[in-house]
Nanobody
Framework: QVHLVESGGGLVQAGGSLRLSCAAA????????MAWYRQAPGNQRELVAL???????NYADSVKGRFTISRDNAKNTVYLEMNSLKPEDTAVYYC???????????????WGQGTQVTVSS
């Protein structure tokens, strides 16, 4: 069974940094886009950053210049480096990966379990 394992959340003061990781585990043939979303209490889940198979990236305006998404295809892992964190970045962060499981001829979308990021002022 394919699943995603997230790590790296926590509590940090404003201006600090955190690095999130998300590894896709299981029998996988290929991985397409990888992304990070976040959801704050009372808000809808929103896209934070996305990276394509070719390495192209896209960011929410609110995090441009502060967050960096990257991927290690050999490890089936996507990262989110978060710098200059603000209290408004506080949310549960979810990784999202579209991939093709082994011996399956279509892609599926998978979500991580979520990791809490709390930024204190």
């Amino acid at each position: 069974q394919v699943h995603l394992v997230e790590s790296g959340g926590g509590l940090v003061q404003a201006g600090g940094s955190l690095r999130l990781s998300c590894a896709a585990a299981g029998s996988i043939s290929s991985i397409d886009d990888m992304a990070w979303y976040r959801q704050a209490p009372g808000n809808q889940r929103e896209l934070v950053a996305l990276i394509t198979t070719g390495g192209s990236t896209n960011y929410a305006d609110s995090v441009k210049g502060r967050f960096t998404i990257s991927r290690d295809n050999a490890k089936n892992t996507v990262y989110l480096e978060m710098n200059s964190l603000k209290p408004e970045d506080t949310a549960v962060y979810y990784c999202n990966v579209r991939l093709m499981p082994y011996r399956i001829s279509r892609t599926f979308e998978y979500w991580g379990q979520g990791t809490q990021v709390t930024v204190s002022s």
